[in-house]
């Protein structure tokens, strides 16, 4: 008969049980958790049938596994608690994120892994924090509390695939089983070059482990989502190389930098010159999306790899002329025309772009009066009161503007100065 699985009550003071005590594993349990556990009681249950025999034997036969298997982690989890399980509802203790360091995140956890940290989801380890994922990267981040995978990143900031660097922490949430379904854990760094395998640290059954695991996890893999504690005190330093990544933050709607139009030109040269109407600027817009992300798929990349998006790998093969180039766009094969049948003329030749700097306040010159008749032929010279001029002036601004948002064109690309893709279809 086994009985080892319960605990003995503390009040006891039989030899048994004070020899128990003495050499019970460094944990703390916390009070509201005095009953026993489904397993401790799934064990007691299985040791009564086995002596008296009856319905004691079939409901411990009947009582869920416990073990896991790393495709479907078995790490439920606790609530918002304080140390050893104080009451730690109040959120006002999220403004405070402690300040730390990568470095001491790593040892934190490491010194779990070390001591072999048993799971549980209701006792609390020597050092204050619950035994379960979410108590684990609780510890390793030093918020104070033990946390949820619910409330985690409450304390810090969503990040990229890219832009992980150890001490972070995928986090995977399930609603449909909040307590059991979900799980965390730390990224300790990448396993090799394609970014598929990364070590992580984790506490899962039967204690906390440090393992290479497929990207992002073994099982809901896309559920997974990247954080970065708020309350890093170093973190990654500015980049001395002036090729480094500038970061995921300089890119997207309403971003309006250099580096967003240093992306557009290593686009043009590595072929993506065809989804700029205007030529890259430092405005972000539709076309830098389409470039990026055609030269993503011509990597092979797929899925969010290729987002249009640039991340740490993309940024690298530009700058590096990595990879393949973007390659042309496909276009149908010339049809040969019946013997007799009558050709088209020839299109007329527009004439060349005489360069953006022709055109603008103070410019004097013949392009600026051609341009100005070719907006009337078109009916686009509402805005002139007498008529164009070789002197640009703000009518033929507001004109050049109106024919550009007439493309379906907006912000930057539809300004009221020509360029070359302007120029083209005006004189189309």
Not at 162 to 190: M, R
Not at 346 to 372: C, E, I, K, T, Y
Request: with cysteine.
């Amino acid at each position: 008969m086994e009985f080892s699985d319960v605990e003995p009550d503390d009040s006891c003071t039989c030899g048994g049980c004070t020899d128990r005590h003495r050499t019970r594993p460094r944990a703390v349990r916390s009070p509201r958790h005095r009953p026993l556990r489904a397993r401790q009681a799934a064990v007691l249950l299985a040791a009564v049938g086995g002596v008296l025999g009856g319905p004691a034997a079939s409901l411990a036969a009947a009582a869920p596994r416990t073990d896991s298997s790393p495709l479907i982690p078995d790490s439920p989890q606790g609530e918002v608690a304080g140390p050893y399980g104080a009451d730690a509802r109040d959120r006002a203790s999220i403004a405070a994120r402690p300040a730390t360091t990568r470095a001491e995140i790593l040892r934190r956890a490491q010194s779990w892994v070390d001591q072999k940290v048993p799971y549980s989801m209701a006792r609390y380890w020597s050092d204050g924090y619950r035994q379960d994922c979410s108590g684990f990267v609780s510890m390793a981040w030093g918020l104070g509390s033990s946390q949820t995978t619910w409330t985690l990143p409450d304390f810090a900031d969503r990040i990229t695939k890219d832009d992980l660097q150890p001490g972070d922490a995928l986090i995977y949430n399930n609603p449909k089983d909040p307590e059991g379904g979900s799980h965390t854990v730390l990224f300790g760094g990448w396993v090799d070059a394609a970014r598929t395998r990364y070590t992580a640290l984790e506490q899962t059954r039967p204690g906390t482990t440090k393992r290479s695991t497929p990207y992002a996890y073994w099982s809901n893999a896309s559920g997974y989502l990247p954080y970065r504690y708020k309350g890093l005190s170093q973190p990654m330093p500015a980049p001395d190389d002036p090729d480094a990544f500038p970061g995921a933050d300089k890119f997207g709607p309403g971003k309006v930098n250099a580096y967003v139009t240093r992306l557009g030109k290593m686009l043009v040269e590595r072929g993506g010159g065809r989804f700029y109407e205007e030529g890259p600027s430092p405005d972000w817009g539709e076309a830098d999306r389409k470039a990026t992300e055609a030269f993503q798929l011509a990597q092979g990349w797929r899925g969010a790899e290729a987002d249009g998006y640039p991340g740490r790998d993309t940024w690298d093969y530009l700058v590096h002329h990595k990879g393949k180039d973007i390659p042309p766009a496909t276009a149908p094969a010339p049809t040969t025309p019946a013997p007799g049948t009558p050709q088209p003329p020839p299109p007329a030749q527009a004439p060349a772009f005489p360069g953006a700097d022709r055109f603008g306040p103070g410019r004097v010159n013949d392009d600026v009066l051609l341009l100005g008749r070719q907006l009337v032929a078109k009916g686009f010279g509402a805005a002139y009161r007498e008529g164009p001029s070789r002197d640009w002036g703000e009518a033929d601004r507001l004109n050049v503007a109106a024919f550009q948002r007439a493309q379906g064109w907006s912000g930057a690309e539809a300004d009221g100065y020509p360029g070359p893709h302007t120029w083209r279809l005006l004189f189309s």
